[in-house]
């Protein structure tokens, strides 16, 4: 890797960037719960550890009350749902009932992200994309033993035959090698997606990347710049851990226009979040907060949103269900506040 070209590169790609995207903006994904019933489960996951821990997978799920309150805070602070996530093992049917009600509570259509399924049985109705995991293209067969690439592909072209837009997740700091960013590049043209994330490999305790060192700053602005300078409309979604968050104003110069992978409600209103918007803002106009309490508390109104709202059809039973569990999701909702405000308030 040459840096002094890697750097000329970012030059040109937020030009670019700058061109088909005026803002940036966080998102975060709406996870599921903690269990993924993958035989041969990714070798960097913290859900391959967990699993021997899990004796009941039900258990391991999240209540629709707890998810619905999460995606509501999510759209008052302007938080787009990168994707309703999941390990694998979740049937067609409740991913159609999640959907739906997460697309009702927000008003806009979502993307999916919960491993192969058959979207012809989900109301695409409330379907804006799907997104495969492909996670690296390096050494696959060892790292993902349970996620065939092919089948993923066979998904996505599916899905963006059915009229959905298309995404995948790609994770650096899996020995990953320059050459490979070649591979991606191709797969993209050859997928036609409109969309990817990148996340910086979080070595978890117990998987074989456990003390091992994630992708540096140069490589990850490296692989997005090259994204970004191939296709110049994609739509580019950079993770950073709370340990690396100024590696965000870097990532944005080569290309990003979108930041996740944060522990939201860990860290709202603190001085990580304070700090996260303003690598953001240092370099770019931003759209949301990751520090605004009144606007969480929905006393106040987030200004400029990348939310537009849609209109949404869902069955009479998906609207039955919210309706009933109206009073839990509040509960849920206030706890989550009052999470966020005792923290915000300890300086944590
Ligand atoms: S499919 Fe996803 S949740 Fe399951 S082991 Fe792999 S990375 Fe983890």
């Known amino acids: 890797m040459n840096p002094e070209e890697v750097l000329e590169n970012c030059i040109k790609a937020f030009k670019i960037t700058n061109k088909y995207f005026p803002y940036v903006s966080f998102e975060r994904a709406l996870f599921l719960g903690w269990y993924c019933n993958l ?63 997460v697309a009702y509570v927000q008003r806009c259509k979502q993307y999916l992200n919960v491993g192969v399924v058959d979207v012809e049985n989900i109301n695409l109705d409330v379907i804006e994309g799907v997104v495969g995991a492909v996670e690296t293209l390096r050494e696959r067969e060892k790292l993902c033993p349970g996620k065939s690439l092919e089948k993923i592909k066979e998904n996505l072209i599916k899905a963006k035959d059915l009229g ?31 969309r990817i994330t990148f ?13 091992k060192p994630s992708v540096t700053t140069i490589e990850y602005m490296n692989w997005v710049s090259s994204v970004r300078l191939a296709f110049p409309k994609i739509k580019i ?10 590696m965000i104003s870097p990532l944005i110069l080569a290309g990003s226009n979108v930041i ?36 969480l508390k929905g006393l106040k109104k987030l200004e400029k949103t990348p939310y537009v709202d849609e209109d949404i059809k869902v069955s009479d039973k998906t609207v039955e269900l919210v309706e009933s569990i109206k009073s839990e999701i509040s509960k849920k909702i206030n706890d989550y506040i009052n999470k966020v405000e005792k923290r915000a308030k300890n300086g944590e």
């Open 39 to 101: 035989k041969e489960p990714c070798k960097f996951c913290y859900m391959s550890v967990l699993k021997e821990r899990i004796k009941e997978p039900k258990k391991a799920k999240r209540s629709l009350a707890s998810i619905l309150a999460e995606a509501i805070l999510m759209k008052r602070i302007g938080w787009k749902l990168e994707f309703i996530s999941g390990g694998y093992g979740y049937s067609e049917e409740e991913i159609n009932r999640i959907a739906e009600a």
């Open 164 to 194: 959905l837009k298309t995404g995948i997740t790609i994770i650096l700091g899996l020995n990953e090698r320059e050459e490979d960013i070649e591979k991606l590049l191709n797969l993209i043209e050859e997928l036609e997606l409109d």
């Open 199 to 211: 996340y910086s490999l979080n070595p978890q305790k117990g998987t074989i990347f456990e003390n």
């Open 237 to 246: 979604i950079t993770g950073v851990w709370t340990d690396k968050i100024s």
């Open 260 to 295: 996740t992978k944060f522990p939201l409600f860990s860290i709202y209103g603190t001085k990580y979040a304070h700090w996260v918007e303003k690598e953001v803002r240092k370099v770019k106009e931003l759209y949301g907060t990751f520090t605004d309490l009144d606007i």
